[in-house]
């Protein structure tokens, strides 16, 4: 049996992009370069979600129901965040354009970006170039949003993340 020294947090960002594929035909190249991730710790991150049983063992199907299971309940356990500084950033969380449509809050949660001019309380982001990966990708940006809200939201907005994230899943399939 192949070791598993546990996940990390690039991997949830990793299946969330092959979510966002909506197909079996993308290449761990594609991967890396959307994500600004190296192609072999895409490969190992691959190995590290089969192996958790989040993908299949072909590492080419997400198993949605699993990942929502583990990103609803358990990622506020092993990847939490808690609101930091004031900066410069791109809105994450609640604070999302889509979620803003759905909540309304005086306190902004902000993935630092220092090119930005909105403020909020700093979350850091699930892996260092999250910020750079959502500016190109709408759907993906949306999604870590909505696992920021299960790091740091009330229960209230982790109903409605939750909700929203199956939605997603299911549109994947």
Known sequence: MRKHNGMRPQDIVILLK?????????????????????????????????????????KRKVYTNALLEFVQHGLHYVFPAAPGAMVNG???????????????SEINYVWRYEKSKVRGLMIEPLYDKAVEAVQKDEQLYKMLALTDIFRVGRVREIKFAAAEFKKMLDESL
């Open 90 to 104: 791109i809105y994450t969380a609640h604070s999302h354009q889509f979620m803003k449509n759905h909540f309304k």
């Open 18 to 58: 092959i979510v966002v594929f909506r197909s079996a035909h993308w290449q761990n190249k594609q991967l890396a370069e959307q994500l600004c991730i190296s192609a072999s710790e895409v490969s190992e991150s691959l190995n590290r979600s089969a192996l958790a049983g989040l993908l299949s063992d072909d």
